[in-house]
Nanobody, 121 residues
């Protein structure tokens, strides 16, 4: 089994910063694309930022220039540095990864349990 465990969410004032972490554990052979999604109440889950195995990144227009995604392959961990936070960034944030487990042929998609980020005005 594979587990993705997030940490770093919380309550912050507008203009503040938070850093989310996601650590993958289990019988992992390789991790491909990693990403962060968020879902606000009454809205669909949306991609916030993604990073490929080669380090290429992409961001939602609403967070570009404020959020930075990074990864540490040695630790099977990726991060989302969130600066200049706004009330509209309030959501549950989920980490996601495409990974291959030991002795399996297929790549599969895994999600973290979600962590709440609340930005007060």
């Amino acid at each position: 089994q594979v587990q993705l465990v997030e940490s770093g969410g919380g309550l912050v004032q507008a203009g503040g910063s938070l850093r989310l972490s996601c650590a993958a554990s289990g019988r992992i052979l390789s991790i491909g694309d990693m990403g962060w999604y968020r879902q606000a109440p009454g809205k669909q889950r949306e991609l916030v930022a993604g990073i490929s195995s080669g380090g290429n990144t992409n961001y939602a227009a609403s967070v570009k220039g404020r959020f930075t995604i990074s990864r540490d392959n040695a630790k099977n961990t990726w991060y989302l540095q969130m600066n200049s936070l706004k009330p509209e960034d309030t959501a549950v944030y989920y980490c996601h990864a495409e990974l291959k487990m030991l002795r399996e042929l297929a790549w599969n998609s895994y999600w973290g349990q979600g962590t709440q980020v609340t930005v007060s005005s």
